[in-house]
Nanobody, 125 residues
Framework: QDLLVESGGGSVQAGGSLRLSCAAS????????MGWFRQPPGKEREGVTA???????DYADSVKGRFTISKDNAKNTLYLQMNSLEPEDTAMYYC???????????????????WGQGTQVTVSS
């Protein structure tokens, strides 16, 4: 069974940084898509950034230049470096794994089959 465990969330002041990690375990050994989503209070879950099977990376416009996604294949761990955090970044952050991209963009929820439980990020002004 695939398992995703996020860590690294917390509370920071605006302008600060956090690094999220997502440890993936399970039987899957073939390349897959990995991404970060977030769900602000009272809003729908949205794609933040993702890495495709071929290494293609996409970012939501709201985080470009501030967030960086990376992956350590040897450790099966996905990272999200978040700099220059803003109060609008406050959300529950989720790691996700997808198997087939299909006709969707990397940041579309329909791509992803497995989800972590989430880690809370709170940015105060």
């Amino acid at each position: 069974q695939d398992l995703l465990v996020e860590s690294g969330g917390g509370s920071v002041q605006a302008g600060g940084s956090l690094r999220l990690s997502c440890a993936a375990s399970g039987r899957r050994s073939t390349p897959y898509i990995m991404g970060w989503f977030r769900q602000p209070p009272g809003k729908e879950r949205e794609g933040v950034t993702a890495i495709g099977k071929d290494g293609t990376i996409d970012y939501a416009d709201s985080v470009k230049g501030r967030f960086t996604i990376s992956k350590d294949n040897a450790k099966n761990t996905l990272y999200l470096q978040m700099n220059s955090l803003e109060p609008e970044d406050t959300a529950m952050y989720y790691c996700a794994v997808g198997l087939v991209l299909g006709d969707w963009s990397l940041l579309h929820r329909r791509v992803y089959d497995y989800w972590g439980q989430g880690t809370q990020v709170t940015v105060s002004s």
